[in-house]
């Protein structure tokens, strides 16, 4: 039978808040100090990880939790997105979904309203087929909208079409073609 100082050491680790202290990223794992404890490299809890699959990498610093089946360590994952003064959500809204990345990026949806809301410096799409877009209004707003394809240009009833095939609407010149 163990001991009971082995038996409260292994209780204590079972559940271990603490901090990721190192990031490997193949294959994913990371290090994580806790109390006066650093682990070895410890796979960390992926959002999906069959058919469907995510990536989103520990940060050194980020706070997480780490799961030591039978109060071992070396055995243990860890469980990232732990919120802190320092580490603190991107939202607070209960009708939000927020993501916010490194460089500032945020992607944030409000089912109350309706709203997806996309902040980023490009967005690029690429897509094997039709991309198609409904709406009652359609704003496209920029100092310069560029329509390059490989069809015969085309414009709407009420669009000004100048001779070098630019149309104009409004304040804004669409160029269609190279």
């Known amino acids: 039978m ?7 050491r292994r209780l204590e680790n079972l559940i271990r808040p603490g901090r990721v202290s190192a990031v490997s990223y193949e294959p994913p794992r990371c290090r994580v100090k806790t109390g006066g404890l650093e682990t070895d490299w ?19 610093g980020e706070p997480c939790i780490v799961f030591c089946p039978s109060g071992d360590p070396a055995t243990g994952f ?19 979904n927020v993501a916010k990345f490194a460089d500032g990026t945020t992607v944030r949806h409000n089912a109350a309203e309706g709203v997806l809301e996309l902040k980023l410096k490009k967005l690029v799409i690429d897509c094997s087929d039709t991309i198609e ?21 085309s414009a709407r009833v009420g669009d000004q079409v100048s001779t070098d095939l630019k149309i104009v609407s409004g304040s804004s010149t669409v160029f269609v073609g190279d």
């Open 2 to 8: 163990e001991n009971s100082s082995d038996l409260a």
């Open 42 to 60: 410890l796979p960390w809890f992926a959002t999906r990880s069959g058919k469907t699959s995510t990536w989103s990498p520990a940060d050194e």
């Open 78 to 96: 860890v469980l990232l997105g732990m919120n802190s003064s320092d580490s603190p959500a991107p939202s607070v809204s209960p009708d939000e």
């Open 133 to 153: 877009i409904n709406g009652t209004v359609i704003d496209l707003k920029g100092a310069k909208i560029n329509l390059n394809g490989g069809g015969k240009p």
